[in-house]
């Protein structure tokens, strides 16, 4: 098992040329299509509701997308996908129905309706949430909304029906239908992109080559259509009708061999696309001119995107180059300091959201100046953090304070964001998402306490009274939180004293009927009343310097000048103290002179 983990996160060196041996990379790719066995308890968190497997997914016939034998068929599919995505404009083109020793390719056709059928059956991770979804009803409404209609269509017998249509062209053109299976290969090489055991260049070469091949095949397959839908009479007035080679004429073409005329078809396809026309095939009449026309503008756009693509990969700034890197020094991390398996799974699912989503918003606008950013927090997070039970009743300044501070964070299942006994020095707020908060006992049993939903927030107690994190915060489902840090948080309150009050408050409000309510109580009321002393004593000390500025302050802060210190002195006999003593000088001054 310990071989299969290591070998599971094992980093193989690939260098990013193309002087490699093309043998073992074609090897990376053919070990894509091996399925590997995942245990379902090796996670830390294997017990949290939000990814325990229902007891019946069995016996219900769900079929989970990670699962062993689902990933064989899955990339015996695509297998065929490539078959059919080639095949389908070479059928069109070069045939008015299959002939008879071509006609058990039909029969592939079966194997794209039993997946049609598998995808009934197979589970899915919510876009939303990100919670697995096995209920059965839920996966055929999200099949049938999606790409049912165009599976299906494309495993009808459209050749039969040619043939039992009177041989209707109409009918012909919806075997292109079939091309929608490309997307297989598409998402296969998205895959590859983010497999960082091969080579990103050597997969980005391949996936160019095979759209570049794929559009001259295709471009092929239609100059060779337009020639033959023309009455036999007029077949002579075609490119290839017309076209002498050497000592072969192509007067009568269907007679030579398919795969001459096919050969014949590429040619042109790919010097027209290059537009290094030889002159020895060219268009002939009208259609083929304007096919012709059609296709050399397509060819410039797709010219532009290969050159396109090939200079960003010399220049290596592309996003998932970006992932492959720290993805790769990550691995190289953990297989250092040989780390468990369930912390590696955390670590690349963590780093695979963040490529997907970008992430978080502060990146995005580093470069905006802060009062533009200011202005942006205030618009998005002001009313939600208005209605957090912490901040109410607390000024609209202080407010716009904690906004500003505020970074976005995303959690996928599963995740511990804060750990029960731990020093805490982050507050979260939920903005999206579900959490659970469970407390462990001494024998490691677990408890749910609550659980958390939008606007409720976490590491409150913890970083206010400054005591460890009372219990375990655990994310149930895919979620969205603004994290504000300890120092920011305490450099706001000290100079919004009045909101410090307030908070203290609606923290004791809101945590007085906890079972551990007794000692939160009391910790909030011995910060209470510290604050009050704190705040006596500033005032005391203001009113002594005689700095009205800060004694203004406090006062405004809702510091009371009438309330004593230590020693039971207030500001007010402070202030006549001082003004007696200056009396007194100013008589002495006065008797001396």
Same mark, same amino acid.
């Given at each position: ?10 980093? #193989? ?7 490699? /041996? ?11 299509? @091996? ?39 899955? #990339? ?107 997307? @297989? ?21 391949? @996936? ?28 002579? /007035? ?267 408050? #609606? ?33 005391? #000390? ?20 009438? @309330? ?30």
């Amino acid at each position: 098992m310990d071989r299969e983990m290591a070998a599971e996160y094992e980093l #193989n060196e690939i260098d990013d040329t193309l002087h490699g /041996s093309v043998g073992s990379r074609l090897s990376l790719f053919a070990r894509e299509f @091996k399925s590997r066995t995942r245990s379902s308890s090796s996670s830390s968190w294997h017990g949290s509701s939000a990814l325990r497997l229902p007891k019946n997914l069995y016996d219900s016939f769900v079929i989970h997308p990670n699962g062993r034998w689902y990933r064989i068929w899955a #990339n015996m599919v695509f297998l065929w996908s490539i078959y059919s995505t080639f095949f389908t404009p070479f059928e069109f083109s070069f045939f008015r129905g299959l002939p008879e020793q071509l006609l058990d390719l039909e029969c592939v056709q079966l194997v794209f309706l039993a997946d049609v059928a598998v995808h009934f059956f197979l589970a899915y991770r919510d876009a939303h949430t990100y919670r697995m979804v096995y209920d059965k009803r839920r996966i055929a409404l999200r099949y049938i909304k999606g790409s049912f209609a165009l599976d299906m269509l494309g495993c009808f017998p459209w050749d039969a029906i040619y043939k039992v249509t009177g041989r209707m062209e109409v009918v012909r053109y919806l075997v292109w239908l079939r091309l929608y299976r490309g997307r @297989k290969i598409m998402a296969f090489f998205k895959k590859m992109e983010k497999d960082i055991r091969i080579s990103y260049l050597f997969t980005r070469i391949v @996936k160019l080559i095979t759209v570049e091949l794929y559009c001259t095949h295709t471009a092929a397959c239609v100059f060779y259509y337009l020639a033959t839908t023309l009455p036999p009479a007029r077949e002579g /007035s075609t490119w290839i009708g017309s076209l002498t080679l050497g000592d072969t004429k192509y007067i009568n073409f269907r007679e030579i061999d398919l795969l001459t005329r096919y050969i014949t078809s590429l040619y042109l396809a790919i010097v027209t696309m290059a537009t290094v026309g030889y002159g020895d095939i060219h268009a002939v009449n009208t259609r083929e001119m304007v096919f012709t026309v059609v296709y050399i503008s397509f060819s410039i756009l797709l010219g532009a995107y290969l050159i396109g693509n090939m200079t960003a990969l010399i220049v290596k700034g592309s996003k998932t180059e970006r992932f492959r890197d720290k993805m790769t020094d990550l691995i190289r991390y953990m297989n250092r300091n040989k780390l468990g398996s369930d912390i590696r799974s955390q670590v690349k699912e963590h780093l695979m959201l963040q490529y997907e989503s970008s992430y978080t918003r502060d990146r995005v606008v580093d470069d905006i100046p802060v009062a533009v950013r200011s202005k942006m927090s205030q618009t998005l997070y002001l009313d939600m953090v208005s209605k957090v039970r912490l901040f109410r009743g607390c000024s609209d300044d202080f407010l716009s304070q904690i906004v500003v501070k505020l970074h976005e964070e995303f959690f996928l299942p599963g995740e511990v964001i804060l750990e029960q006994g731990t020093v805490v020095d982050q507050i979260y707020i939920v903005a999206h998402g579900c959490l659970e908060e469970v407390a462990t006992g001494e024998d490691g049993s677990e408890e749910i306490i609550s659980e958390l939903r939008p606007y409720d927030i976490v590491g409150d107690v913890a970083v206010t009274c400054s005591v460890p994190q009372p219990c375990t915060v655990r994310v149930c489902e895919l979620c969205s939180l603004l994290r504000i840090d300890k120092q920011s948080l305490t450099n706001i309150l000290q100079i919004y004293f009045k909101d410090n009050s307030q908070i203290l408050s #609606n923290l004791l409000e809101g945590k007085g009927a906890e079972s551990k309510g007794k000692q939160l109580e009391s910790d909030i009321t011995y910060l209470l009343a510290k604050q009050e002393s704190e705040l006596v004593l500033g005032v005391n #000390n203001a009113a002594y310097h005689g700095d009205m500025f800060r004694l203004k302050g406090l006062i405004g802060a809702g510091a009371d000048p009438s @309330k004593s210190d230590y020693d039971g002195r207030t500001a007010l006999v402070r202030e006549f103290s001082l003004l007696t003593i200056s009396r007194i000088k100013l008589q002495e001054l006065a008797l001396t002179t």
